[in-house]
């Protein structure tokens, strides 16, 4: 998928999946198009609620090849041309890059240092529910996300932490601060938490 349409369903992806209802209308319409396999139908209809499915098929789309977007729009056609037609807008303006420095009040030296163990640590204590949303968006799968849990059963800060330091090992040098503040934002993270992790 090309970046500006992964940096599109990236950065609006929890008001996407207040708005989009993924039936089984876009679901089956993804399929008939080979961009959905078998196996990811069943995974994103176990889904309990809505959200969490519509959450499940973003964290899906941008792995399924270049026209995986365009698809995914002529899906919204018949039932959302509202979503159709804003996204496609956003296309048109250029969506405002996640990776400029100047958005964010973090100093530009350190956006392409990998973050420390301590700022991870720093960022476990300040994360609240949208902590899965901030792995899922660093592309943890749900068993990793599931494993953070089971193991640390008694700590959330410890959940998370390892759920950080975990895509640090498997990232390597992608683990960036940037990337890490790309996630943040795209799961609606208070700028405060930043001056808290960062200063």
């Given at each position: 998928?090309?970046?500006?349409?992964?940096?599109?369903?990236?950065?609006?992806?929890?008001?996407?999946?207040?708005?989009?209802?993924?039936?089984?209308?876009?679901?089956?319409?993804?399929?008939?198009?080979?961009?959905?396999?078998?196996?990811?139908?069943?995974?994103?209809?176990?889904?309990?609620s809505n959200k969490n499915?519509?959450?499940?098929?973003?964290?899906?789309?941008?792995?399924?090849?270049?026209?995986?977007?365009?698809?995914?729009?002529?899906?919204?056609?018949?039932?959302?041309?509202?979503?159709?037609?804003?996204?496609?807008?956003?296309?048109?303006?250029?969506?405002?890059?996640?990776?400029?420095?100047?958005?964010?009040?973090?100093?530009?030296?350190?956006?392409?240092?990998?973050?420390?163990h301590q700022q991870l640590?720093?960022l476990a204590s300040c994360?609240?529910?949208?902590?899965?949303?901030?792995?899922?968006?660093?592309?943890?799968?749900?068993?990793?996300?599931?494993?953070?849990?089971?193991?640390?059963?008694?700590?959330?800060?410890?959940?998370?932490?390892?759920?950080?330091?975990?895509?640090?090992?498997?990232?390597?040098?992608?683990?960036?601060?940037?990337?890490?503040?790309?996630?943040?934002?795209?799961?609606?993270?208070?700028?405060?938490?930043?001056?808290?992790?960062?200063?």
């Amino acid at each position: 998928m090309d970046p500006k349409h992964k940096e599109i369903l990236r950065a609006h992806r929890l008001q996407l999946s207040e708005q989009l209802i993924v039936d089984d209308t876009i679901i089956q319409y993804l399929y008939q198009e080979d961009i959905l396999t078998q196996s990811q139908v069943e995974e994103i209809q176990s889904e309990t609620s809505n959200k969490n499915k519509t959450l499940r098929l973003l964290y899906i789309l941008p792995s399924r090849g270049p026209n995986a977007f365009n698809v995914f729009l002529k899906s919204l056609e018949q039932d959302f041309p509202w979503i159709k037609e804003k996204l496609m807008l956003l296309l048109a303006e250029g969506s405002a890059s996640l990776s400029d420095p100047a958005q964010w009040s973090v100093p530009p030296h350190l956006l392409h240092l990998a973050p420390s163990h301590q700022q991870l640590n720093k960022l476990a204590s300040c994360l609240g529910s949208e902590w899965e949303m901030v792995l899922m968006d660093l592309d943890l799968s749900p068993g990793e996300i599931y494993r953070c849990r089971a193991d640390h059963p008694l700590s959330v800060q410890s959940q998370v932490l390892a759920g950080l330091v975990m895509w640090k090992q498997l990232q390597g040098r992608r683990a960036t601060v940037q990337r890490l503040l790309q996630s943040l934002q795209a799961a609606e993270v208070h700028p405060s938490v930043l001056n808290q992790v960062f200063f």
